[in-house]
């Protein structure tokens, strides 16, 4: 290459910029067994929705729409209607009429032309005895070697770490005698023994010998990490762990020098250079075709902004109609504070209505609030029981009579778990293991094939009670006494002041308060984490259930709660349960200990909560394909257990799926509307909320999660190929909980496999962005706006719909940049 | 056939060819265009039910009636059931797993044939029948192969996997073509007979059996031709329960079978022992090097036939029946469990951390192992003195056992310290038991006194397996070296051997693949699916 060729270097943008700008749009995957939702556009969020739609679009193809097709298929069927294309329009400042709109519509846009790669300008020229793509054979190689490289699960033998990702991959390809290079095997070898060995002298060094101007650089980059987005995300996790530790982690700088050192290697291999003249100028479009698709989008938004109006119209007119059926002087009997999950909504409704209203429930976040992580007795594996966004504070254990005896039994049991799967899965013992033990992977295979005909239905095993006998399971409970560091006194008084407060119950207790986290049912699942609660780390709330009831029944603990103001009645208990969202029934927790004096408020509740499960699993039967059972409680609720313990059921239940909206307000509020388990509920009443302390918390915490929720299902869906993971069908678990591949390799796969989007027939999710409606004043609300810029973000570029409900129920849209108009108008045609 | 239901030994084999004419008649009904697939399934699922009963009844029949037809006939209705088994499971598994993917009726269709073809080759006495129904298994399972069509690697997998398999069916059709001329019979049992009443094969029966051999290696996916069953993870999942549960184990039946003629032919013997204790000792370790479960568990069922194949080698049929069927049963759990991965890696990651051992204690113990499994089968009565592969077995089964035995130098509590040992002492009691029971029942029992082929192949396979615990043992203490990286790499990268094998089969018969190919319903089609 001569000098002339590369062309001369602005100094202002420097490579280690570009490559800093590229990383952080990377969003992380969390691993399936912690697999909560992200957003999978969060390191876009500081940029306007539009101008990532494009940016994206432009640089590695994706999809941000449905298809035209389908908003005009809804059109017909009156889903969409015009009055929702003219408000649509309406916002926008559009010139165009309905009947333009859709006149246009009628064109599906070309597929975009997105950033070429040196790869790319090698697959044009691919030889006849090269069957595979070279795009395929680059992804692959990285993403076999990322896998060995973070994998200390599935291998036994694994490939040792000690020179980073990026040192062991230069070392390792030096001595790979399988790739189809076309120059041969020993010149390659000593083309990659060239290149540099740190990621970021190599990035430097291949941008250079490329000759990629640095105002490219960065969106080179961002379309090279989007070759290997899987991986790329895992990183990300990586790294979002390591800050949240106060740490920080570079392997995603690793993954982008060795996607980049691979063009570099191809136009070697292949004698390309000659190419790169033609490829710079491909580069250099990039800007131009973002300009383009923004306005080829303009359709697209229209459309998009249309349905996410269509379901908002009919919030908005049933919050203002909000009467009040709740009559508020009459004490209830029992207080239900659930998981602001969208399968809360149909169970809390439930339960209403089987008790007459003699139930009060609340939304709250399911991890209650508690910064804990859960270490199962007998072992030292502590898992998040929170928020991803957070880092635990305290490792909570787990104790009962006897407990250290508890402990060795499990941890024996465990040991001898271990040597097993060492005798199956060791090379040489393992074929002894087959003609010795084998068959009775026969009985195995019977069993679990017939569990779903057998009469009782067998549940699942759950990894958390591996090692326990059952007796000594149903004795554990999660306790603050076996917790890291020592949780004093007055550290807990102070959590149970704070979790109270920002429940907003804080007085009128009633005789049973329920505090009911959730987790679902499924067996042979990779991605049940992924069902189960988001707030708790994608585990099940029950620990935190169980930990703030045995924290608020403490009697010292209530003393100390009276001193600050919050008094609890003796005769008020808390009881802890698990809503399961799989099947509907609700388990309750430690009720012995309750006083004989509330036995029949215990069975009163139970009554009603069996009433709600089996009103909730009749409302849901249809979407499972079990409608004809709904005026059948008892075989419907017993075909969604064995349903749900089902080793082939890849559709245990439709998840968060139909999520659209988030509501901060009163339960009084929506009490009378059926929200079809579509919206995320928050109880909130700015009234009590001492300098809106709580409405910042729920804006800068519950409402990011929901906003994570929304846009992983909507993503999943509008690009699945992108940002979800495929066919459950051809799920391949990789290094044992890291993730999947869709077959064979390939890339590892991020978000929601199509099972959980898409019936066979249809889409179960109708992907729309968040309408989050808050009751709070204006000042309050753009208070926080003002003073958090991740809410900022988040309101003013578009990712989200935010609404304020007033005094009266009337709903206010927020204008991007501030200001609020009210909603009802705003949607009129 | 005689229709002479007195006749148990008519009873027995018209129930035995009732499990494929059933199967392949629902193939042929069951998937109708006309019918909507819950109806396709219903009808699936009535058919693998009425096979399995059919299999049971023969097998019941084969209990209380053993006819003749070689010393492994009894080999039939045990592996007949296990086929119409997993047929059942399977069905009954993708019934539900499918739900609302494009094809079914597609999927229906070749499911039930592939299991047609798989149990005629079991209930067959013909040759010729056997032959062509190995092939029709292997046509149909090449459709589940690419139910996916548009998956490139799906494609690619499948054209190497078609040109192993025809490349093995030549082997076979020469090889039944050239038995029918030397002995002048199609029908397996009399060949059998044939074989053990005479001293020694004529070359052409040599020729033959070796050419069996050939086609059950190249069938078998052992290496360097084991490329297509690591690549197949682009179907579905129960695709792949079926091949490594019911079909690619079938080589294995051949040579059971033929076992009388197997162990006559020592060029065979030869081959089967060196490819398939190879590919065992290989693919062993390179399984342990994988990162994906399913593929994890391809690499491991190329180890096991390759065991499995080495034991038809050594004589040690009933070994290699017993094999052939455990493996089957754990294997169809294995994929169809595979989903399981995640939890099972939560319960791994809650376990107590095997301390590592140092390089003396695992020798040792593994010395300790050795001598105690050699002096407690003498003195049981096992012939291990006596015939070199029971030795050669003795060997595996003592390195196999070794980590149940280092539970004192573990560490771990008192129950797992005292559990151990006895675990060991148990699966060996076990695996000698269950060698003195089978080979009494088959009859497979060896007629000849071991040659030095023998002794020199046991001895081969003895070496083979203890090198794979020295490679073990190095790798466990000495991991990061530089030889153990280097060795890494190799292994990692399966020796290399698919990539030049693939590259030889693109030069003989190259092919396109389209990229960028997907499963995932375009949404821009959405309502079309």
Redesign the interface.
Known sequence: MTATAVPPRRPDASTADAVREACRRVAPTWP??RFIAVNPYWGYVDRDVRSVAAELAALAGV?TF??R??RL?QVRRGEITREDLGAALRTAGSALSVDELLAKAED?PAPPRRTTLVTDVA?RSRL??E???W??VVVHQIS?HT??YF?R????????R?FGLFGTWR??LA??????MRAGRADFARRVTALPETAPTCIEFVVEKLGVRPEHRAAYFGALLATVRGWAAWCAYRRWQAELAGGSDDHVVELLAIRLAWELLLVEDHGLLDRLPAWRRELEEHADEVRRLRSVHDVDWLLQHAAEIAFQRGLVHGLRSSADRVDAARAPDVQAVFCIDVRSERLRRALEDASLDAVRTRGFAGFFGLPVAHV?IG?E?ARPQLPGLLAAAIAVGETCEHASHVA??R??A??????W???K???????????????L??V???R??LATSLGRAARP????L??LRAQDASRLRPSWDAAVPEVTMQRRVELAAGVLRSMGLVRDFARLVLLVGHGSTS????H??GLDCGACGGGTGEVNARLLAALLEDPAVRTGLAARGVEIPATTHFVAALHDTTTDDVRLFDTDELPASHADDLRRLEAWLAAAGDATRAERAASL?LGELRARPNALAGALRRRAA??????PEWGLAGNAAFVVAPRARTRHMDLGGRVFLHDYDWRTDDGFATLELILTAPMVVTNWINLQYYAST????RF?S??K?????????IGV??????DLRIGLA??SL??????RHEPLRLGVFVEAPAAAIDDVIERHEVVRRLVDNGWLHLFRIDDDGASHVRCPGGGWREAERALRD | MPHDLSDPAALRALLAHAVPAVLALGALLAPLPALRVEAVWRAACATVRLALVAAVGSAVAAVAEPGGGGAAASARPVVLVLVALVGW?LA??????????PGQHRFVRWLLGALAGASLVVATDDLLVLALAWIATSLALQNLLVF?RD????Q??AHKKFLASRLADVCVLTAVALLYSTFGTRSVGELAELAAASHALAPAAQVAVTLVAVAVLLKSAQLPVHGWL????????PVSALLHAGVINLGGFVLIRLGELVSATPAAQVLLVVVGGLT??IA??V??????????LAW?TC??MG?MAMQCGLGLYE?AL??L???S??K???F?????????????????Q?PTRSTTSRVLVALASLAAVFVATHLAGVPVLERPALAAMSV??A??????LG?AA?G?????RW??PA?AFA?VV??FA?HHVLEAWLGTAPSRVPTPTDTALAAFVAGA?VL??AV?TY?ASR??ERP???L???????L?L??RFT?LT??VW????S??G????N??H??T?
């Open positions: 399936l067994d999809d449905v298809p097709t389908r298929e599906e697959d006849r005895r069957p595979q793509s795009g395929d076999q896998a060995s994998d699960t599935q291998s036994s033998w694994s490939l040792p000690e070392r390792l001595t790979d005698r399988g790739l189809p199962p072992t594996a060795e039994r941890r024996d465990l040991a001898r778990g271990r040597l799967s060492r005798f899965g060791s090379a040489s013992s393992v074929f002894t293991f087959v003609e010795s033990l084998g068959l992977d026969g195995a295979l019977l679990t094939s095993a759950r990894a958390d591996a090692g067996a042979n699942n990779p049940a984490a394909g089902d080793w082939a059921q890849v559709r509008v690009d699945n190929r979800g495929g066919n069908v051809l799920h391949n678990v990789v290094g044992g909980n591949f869709e077959g064979n390799g390939g199509l099972q898409h019936d066979g027939r249809e889409w | 499971v009954r598994y993708s019934r539900t797993y499918l739900e609302g993917e996916y998956r490139p690697n799906a690619m997998a690591i690549q197949v993870m682009e179907a579905p999942t065992a000792v062993g370790l399984t342990t090097t994988r990162i994906s479960v399913k593929v994890a491991s180890a096991q065991f070994m017993l094999h069927v455990a493996h049963l754990y169809a759990h294995a169809l469990a595979a989903g399981g991965t995640v939890q099972r890696s939560v319960v791994g990651a809650m376990s107590p095997a595996v089964v390195l196999a056992v070794t980590p149940f539970g573990d771990a509590g008192r129950l797992a559990s151990g675990i699966v076990l695996y269950l397996f794979l615990f073990q790798v991991g990061s153990a990286r280097l890494y790499a190799w292994v990692y990268g399966g290399f698919d990539e590259r693109l030069r190259p092919v396109r693949i990229s960028e997907s499963s995932i319903p949404l821009r959405d309502t699916r």
